[in-house]
């Protein structure tokens, strides 16, 4: 009776606690972001770009970080191309006024399209790896973050200069980290079988099971404007919506802890600004 009990129980607090995280609502904040970018033609569908991005946050009122990318691309006919590309990722604190340690994102990703008198629609699906340098917490996250992003755009080719577009774009993390744990309001517990009885969190109430949690962390939708300056020079300015839930592990470093597992949502808009010359 005892144990059936305690599995009731277990059920409840399962329920209750929505797998062990609990809601946290980030609120609304706004930044923007400025890019230049060189793109080089090598050979017929074969290109070359870089670009240097910089980025603010915290209501435009906080640098961000550089963002650095080098890639390259090769249309295959008109409805396939192909690309790879490597960014160097530089954020910096606000908190000490420091640069924190770099990251290095590798891509790869393949986009179909067809045009349709003046619009065009394309598919673009985008896997990427972002290896974290510098020390980082092993119970909170991978040494490498591993994403699938899937983004849908249409565009209109009707006018002289000008090409609006807009596209939605979804973001899924393939090895966030798997918590084996429940959350009864006030503490963290793990039902033990052998035992039959819970463990509170700081007497190794939960378990890290591995980087193996897949699931949507970001929606993202934009809306913006090319303007052709000069066949060579492009303008590209945008508004772009960020709607991000991520599942958030806070641990000590020696995994005895778990001080809290939330899923983190909130709206970030930026205004966007990019400049483009290719040759």
């Known amino acids: 009776m005892k144990r059936y009990f305690a599995i009731f129980c277990l059920a409840g607090l399962m329920c209750f606690g929505a797998n062990a995280q609990t809601d946290v609502d980030l609120g609304t904040e706004l930044g923007g972001r400025l890019a230049v970018s060189v793109d080089k033609k090598l050979a017929r569908g074969l290109h070359v770009n870089v670009e240097e991005e910089i980025r603010f946050d915290n209501n435009f009122g906080a640098f961000d970080r550089f963002h650095t990318t080098v890639g390259v691309s090769y249309k295959v006919n008109d409805y396939l191309k192909i690309g790879a590309g490597y ?149 590209d300015v945008s508004l772009m919506g960020d709607y991000v839930m991520d599942l958030v592990v806070d641990a000590n470093a020696e995994g005895t802890k778990l001080k809290s597992y939330t899923r983190e949502t909130g709206f970030v808009g930026w205004l966007t600004v990019g400049y483009k010359y290719a040759f």
Do not use: C
Not at 142 to 149: D, I, M, N, S, V
Not at 156 to 172: F, I
Not at 181 to 195: I, K, L, P, Q, R
């Open 87 to 235: 960014a160097w990722i530089l954020p910096y604190s606000t908190t000490d006024s420091t640069f924190k340690s770099s990251r290095h994102r590798l891509m790869v990703d393949v986009t179909g399209g067809v045009r349709v008198g003046d619009w065009r629609f394309s598919l673009r699906e985008r896997f990427q790896a972002t290896v974290r340098t510098g020390s980082f917490n092993a119970y909170q996250n991978p040494g490498t973050l591993l994403a699938l992003k899937s983004r849908l755009k249409v565009q209109y080719k009707g006018l002289r200069r000008m090409e609006p577009y807009a596209s939605l774009e979804l973001r899924n993390t393939l090895n966030a980290p798997s918590i084996n744990a429940s959350y009864n309001g006030t503490y963290y517990v793990f039902y033990d079988e052998e035992t039959d009885s819970y463990s509170r969190s700081g007497e190794a109430g939960w378990f890290l099971d591995g980087f193996n949690k897949v699931y949507l962390n970001r929606l993202r939708g934009v809306l913006g404007v090319e303007y052709r300056l000069s066949k060579a020079s492009t303008v």
